[in-house]
């Protein structure tokens, strides 16, 4: 849905695969302006993330259902960084993305 509302992908995880004609990378590249990081990893995959994702000075964190992390959001509210739980398919159906 994000490529479908024209949103820029980076997909980051911990094993590469692809979804649908997205590759997901698991080299941490640093890329510039990024928006939002939107995690789907549970909370105890997340730690080994928390460098990269800051390094990237995003303006927001959605939390996807079950991967709410409440030390990860609280670091991000230290750095000014937005936070939601959410799922971001309904973000984007709703128009709230």
Aim: proline share 4%; with cysteine.
């Amino acid at each position: 849905m994000l490529d479908q509302h024209q949103h820029p992908i980076l997909a980051i995880g911990n094993k590469t695969g692809q979804i649908d004609n997205i590759p997901i990378e698991v080299v941490q590249r640093m890329v510039e302006g990024i928006d939002t990081v939107t995690l789907y990893l549970n909370e105890n995959k997340q730690q080994q993330y928390y460098d990269y994702i800051f390094a990237l000075h995003p303006k927001r964190i959605i939390f996807n259902p079950g991967a709410e992390n409440d030390e990860l959001a609280e670091l991000a509210k230290k750095r000014n960084i937005k936070t939601m739980e959410a799922c971001t398919l309904v973000l984007l159906s709703t128009g709230q993305y």
